[in-house]
């Protein structure tokens, strides 16, 4: 730790308007600052000496990077960097860092000065002339440029900007309002927010995708980014300016590999690492709420046979049917996910062990009366089943699956194409009920 009495310019450090930090190289943190810099963060004094670069600078991430960084000041001292600092309130300060590193009594030191920019950088946008990045945006750019005059609420869109929604020259009435419309309803809140930190300074830069309708009601995926650019004597935005980019072709292409990520290729349904993801937040929130939760794991009953007389080509056909099963058996808000091979699971928020049975029975039904034979050369199909319903059986997740688990053990030991309920304690008992008892033939498949 340093000894900071022993410095004889400490008082006059607290005399300057620029944020003076002195930091361990190693570590990045912060052994002393003077008032300016722990004024510019919104913290106290002391409070500051709990941080460090990691904490404080936006732009420096971990402490391979800091390294790095550290490297660079040692062989370029004084090193300039422009970034940005965290605020306690949660908005960014655009800093010019410039860092000296030194030794004292034998410790290698870094001090750092950092300025605040934010006027600056404005100074800086305002310079440009608004006819040149006017022409520039209408004869050179391929995204569409708008200018939105705050005073009056006025907005100028490009050409190119009417273009890419399809309208004519002209056409698009010059408002903010005509932008406000054609806003994705699900978006709009959210884009509403960004533009408003914006311009109440919490974001050095305003920058949102979202959905945009064009002339023909269908919506255009957009990169939308903007800066104020022209304030008034107060300092309070008055213009701002910004560039839309059709990602339209990209968001799609997001969008689908995302899809594939998280759904089952062959049937469909959501994958295991989603379905898992799906019934954590399901089992919460219905524990939150004092709500109970259904689960049923399904095995199809000797599956392995189909695919050894049939091929596997008929049995991922087998598994695309029962696929469509599952989801006509579930309940509105109910979800259905392929758990691996020929196993499923149903979650059902809100349902008790009736309630979950009741799906359960449900999908023996189904299977019963599916027309194996004529789709797929089958004389039938059946499954077991083990239930266990949240929290009587589980209040977590690993407690929950492995009673339903263990119920799934027993009506396969049972004779399979059954339906199992976990017993009070979760384990080793459990109600059983099978198609034959319910009246139904237990034959599961061409041998």
């Not at 034998?106 to 750092?112: D, I, P, V």
């Not at 404005?122 to 050179?140: G, I, S, V």
């Not at 898992?276 to 929130?285: F, I, S, W």
Request: aromatic letters at 6%; charged letters at 25%.
């Amino acid at each position: 730790m340093i000894e900071t009495d022993r410095w004889p310019l400490t008082r006059l450090f607290e005399q300057m308007h620029d944020a003076v930090y002195l930091l361990d190289p190693l570590s990045s943190n912060v052994l002393w600052t003077n008032r300016a810099g722990w004024e510019m963060l919104g913290l106290g004094a002391d409070e500051v000496l709990d941080h460090s670069v990691l904490s404080l600078q936006k732009d420096v991430v971990g402490l391979p990077q800091w390294a790095e960084i550290a490297q660079v000041i040692r062989s370029q001292s004084p090193y300039v960097f422009v970034g940005r600092h965290r605020h306690r309130d949660g908005h960014e300060v655009p800093v010019e860092v410039q860092t000296t590193c030194f030794v004292h009594d034998g410790q290698e030191l870094f001090l750092s000065v950092a300025r605040d920019v934010t006027r600056r950088l404005a100074l800086e946008h305002e310079l440009h002339a608004r006819e040149r990045q006017l022409w520039f945006a209408l004869n050179e750019a391929a995204d569409g440029l708008w200018d939105w005059d705050m005073r009056d609420d006025s907005v100028f869109f490009s050409p190119q900007l009417e273009r890419m929604l399809g309208y004519g020259p002209q056409e698009m009435r010059p408002t903010l309002q005509t932008w406000e419309a054609n806003l994705h309803p699900e978006d709009a809140p959210r884009v509403r927010q960004l533009l408003l930190e914006h311009l109440e300074g919490l974001r050095v830069r305003y920058e949102a995708e979202y959905r945009l309708r064009n002339r023909n009601g269908h919506y255009l995926w957009v990169h939308d980014h903007g800066r104020v650019c022209d304030r008034d004597a107060k300092g309070c935005p008055t213009r701002v300016v910004g560039m839309v980019q059709d990602i339209t072709d990209r968001k799609h292409l997001q969008l689908s590999l995302e899809l594939q990520a998280s759904n089952d290729g062959l049937t469909g349904l959501p994958n295991r690492r989603r379905g898992e993801a799906e019934l954590t937040e399901e089992l919460d929130r219905c524990l939150r709420n004092g709500a109970s939760l259904g689960l049923c794991l399904i095995d199809l009953d000797h599956f392995k046979r189909i695919n050894d007389v049939h091929g596997h080509l008929q049995g991922d056909e087998v598994l695309k049917e029962v696929s469509g099963l599952l989801e006509a058996a579930l309940r509105r808000g109910d979800l259905a996910f392929r758990w691996g091979g020929e196993e499923f699971v149903l979650v059902c928020p809100g349902a008790d062990a009736t309630g979950v049975l009741s799906v359960a029975r449900r999908l023996q039904e189904l299977l019963a009366e599916h027309p194996w034979a004529q789709r797929l050369g089958l004389e039938r199909l059946t499954a077991s089943i083990g239930t266990a319903v949240a929290p009587v059986h589980g209040a977590d997740l690993r407690k929950l699956l492995a009673s339903a688990d263990a119920a799934l053990y027993r009506a396969k030991a049972n004779g399979r194409d059954r339906i199992e309920m976990a017993g009070a304690e979760g384990l080793d008992s459990g109600l059983g009920v099978s198609s034959a008892q319910a009246g139904r033939p237990t034959w599961v498949g061409r041998p």
